[in-house]
């Protein structure tokens, strides 16, 4: 029960830095929508924690649910680094053609 | 024939004038791209009034790749048929980029590579000669088909309209696996010409072999 509260604060913390981020448009609102189906999804598991372990017994995993969200989310942060990971790569390739037109500028 | 030389210069301020001296003799445009040096490499070139000579400066240290490119981009706006690639560090001998040319004059290749594996011996080296080289040729020849003596040799010659067909991408140190994987891919008539190279110092680190995988890898995921 202590171990639900504390996760359901942390994830109401980071829920009012969402809608702060949102208020202030330093998001788009598809990130905005994207983040906040992911912690309501976050909530949904800790209050439901205990159906979804015997879901994931009856699915026939030895582990329980809280170790499962752990792999899930581990899997989730190695696609959001791959991601990220991408799109420095792209703006990288921006900055270079940027930088080169600036070099040719001022010839 | 109108041969530019491409030379990348990031902090050369004890080689820089000297490799231009040694190469302007030898080809019709030397590029000299100084890749935002922190040292006196900007003040240097800056001081040079040559029609022969061709000085851009990169606003941002962008990588020995981006330099290449930057100098190709300007041989080819200034019609020049045949592009050399040149070390600043003076590993490499002004007086072998004749013999780099030659084929693409007298035989019509379409790039000329430079070999320190052939007739020509050089000082390589021992860990880099048995450890890294041979570890880069296997890798080069598993995964992009590259099949020269030495594929990490960063001397080169090609024709201008070869140059606009390789874009070099990999800004960093991966450029010469990108240009061979390229020149290969597309069918090019390559040629292999032994150079001799000084090493003054170690280079090529085995870590910076690493990044280089990292770099392809990237750049052919994020493609």
């Known amino acids: ?107 | 024939m109108k041969i530019a030389c491409v030379i990348p210069a990031y902090n050369e301020e004890k080689n820089i004038a000297k490799i231009i001296e040694q190469v302007k003799q030898i080809v019709d445009l030397v590029v000299v791209v100084n890749d935002h040096s922190s040292d006196k490499t900007k003040e240097i070139l800056d001081n040079i009034n040559d029609l022969k000579i061709a000085v851009l400066h990169h606003p941002i240290n962008l990588g020995q790749g981006a330099a290449l490119q930057t100098g190709n981009d300007y041989s080819i706006k200034h019609g020049c048929d045949i592009i050399v690639h040149f070390d600043a560090d003076r590993q490499f001998l002004a007086e072998d980029i004749r013999k780099i040319v030659s084929p693409i004059i007298e035989e019509n290749y379409d790039i000329v590579l430079g070999s320190r594996f052939m007739e020509i011996k050089s000082e390589i080296p021992k860990f880099k000669k048995n450890i890294i080289m041979p570890i880069a040729k296997i890798f080069n020849r598993l995964f992009f088909n590259i099949k020269t003596s030495d594929p990490q040799n960063g001397f080169r010659a090609m024709k201008s309209s070869v140059a606009e067909k390789i874009k070099i991408e990999n800004d960093r140190m991966a450029h010469c696996t990108e240009i061979l994987a390229k020149a290969f891919k597309y069918g090019l008539k390559i040629k292999e010409v032994p150079v001799k190279v000084l090493y003054t110092e170690f280079g090529q680190k085995f870590s910076g072999g690493f990044k280089i995988i990292k770099d392809l890898f990237l750049k052919k995921i994020s493609n």
């Open chain 1, 1 to 107: 029960m202590i171990q639900q509260l504390i996760a359901g604060i942390v994830i109401f913390f980071f829920l009012l830095k969402l809608l702060n981020q949102w208020k202030k448009k330093t998001i788009s609102a598809n990130e905005f929508i994207f983040w906040l189906i992911f912690w309501v999804s976050a909530i949904l598991i800790v209050v439901f924690i205990k159906q979804i372990d015997q879901i994931v017994i009856k699915l026939g995993f030895s582990s329980s649910a809280i170790n499962l969200v752990f792999y899930l989310a581990v899997l989730f942060l190695f696609y959001l680094i791959f991601k990220m990971r991408l799109k420095i790569v792209k703006i990288e390739k921006n900055i270079t053609d940027l930088a080169r037109q600036i070099t040719f500028l001022k010839k």
